[in-house]
């Protein structure tokens, strides 16, 4: 009798076992996903912006070659912004632009 219910015992914790194993715990995926505006510039001649500098809010990011259309763009916080693109004391470009969440916006330097 006690090995009936000591194979009885067995069998159900086999079970019991099989049971929980099978059981995947649950999971979640996070991902972040940048949505900060992107500027970047199209220019028609490679020559005339050789060295020029472009400025964010009178704030100095880079060199316009950084930045160039389909190539790479610069990130800023959503909102309005002065964009000026200086070559020595030349100013190439001087826009004001609002840029929001998700936009890449192209400026053309001509």
């Known amino acids: 009798m006690k090995s009936r219910n000591i194979q009885a015992m ?36 490679p020559q005339r912006v050789a060295g020029a500098r472009v400025l964010v809010d009178e704030l100095d990011m880079g060199s316009v070659q950084d930045f160039l259309d389909g190539q790479a763009g610069l990130r800023v916080l959503p909102g309005t912004h002065v964009v000026k693109v200086l070559s020595g004391d030349t100013v190439l470009l001087l826009e004001r632009a609002y840029l929001g969440d998700g936009v890449l916006r192209p400026f053309n330097i001509n």
């Not at 069998?11 to 049971?19: D, G, L, R």
């Not at 099978?22 to 970047?40: A, G, L, N, Y």
């Open 10 to 45: 067995i069998v159900a914790a086999a079970i019991a076992a099989a049971a929980v194993g099978c059981v995947q715990m649950p999971t979640e995926k996070h991902s972040i996903v940048d949505q900060r505006p992107q500027i970047s510039f199209r220019v028609s001649d």
